[in-house]
């Protein structure tokens, strides 16, 4: 695969279809089944509050592959992103009740690159606030 957008067409300060990924109890234990990660902050509130949290939290790794999905999803491609980075910011609570949280992101194309590549700057929030900081990928278009 390769991705579908044609660097030609894309300007600085595109935006890129804004997502919001729902998350709850259920999808901590799959993701700690899947990842390997059963760090109990992510799935036993007792344990989460005792430890100076306020309930359980997502884990950071599932949080920063759920924002880069907006770029994958844009691209058409997975392999087109060519780099990746956050910095984490504050945690996604996940309550134990029917709702859960949400990650709410939006991407902005933020600069043009060499070699048909861009800079793509993602904003995740939850509850209103940050919780990625400097998040960014470099993604290789058509």
């Not at 509130?45 to 999905?69: Q, Y």
């Amino acid at each position: 695969m390769t991705a579908t957008i044609a660097y030609d067409d894309i300007e600085v300060g595109a935006e890129l279809p804004a997502q919001v990924f729902p998350v709850t109890r259920a999808t901590l234990v799959r993701y700690a089944g899947a990842s390997g990660d059963f760090n109990p902050i992510h799935w036993n509130e007792k344990f989460a509050k005792e430890v100076g949290l306020p309930d359980v939290i997502a884990h950071g790794m599932f949080t920063m592959a759920e924002a880069i999905r907006v770029v994958t999803d844009w691209a058409g491609d997975p392999a087109a992103v060519v780099e990746y980075g956050v910095r984490f910011t504050r945690p996604v609570v996940v309550p134990n009740d029917d709702k859960g949280a949400t990650i709410e992101v939006t991407g902005k194309v933020a600069a043009k690159l060499d070699d048909n590549k861009v800079r793509v700057d993602l904003t995740a929030l939850s509850r209103g606030q940050k919780v990625l900081g400097m998040s960014r990928a470099v993604v290789r278009l058509a």
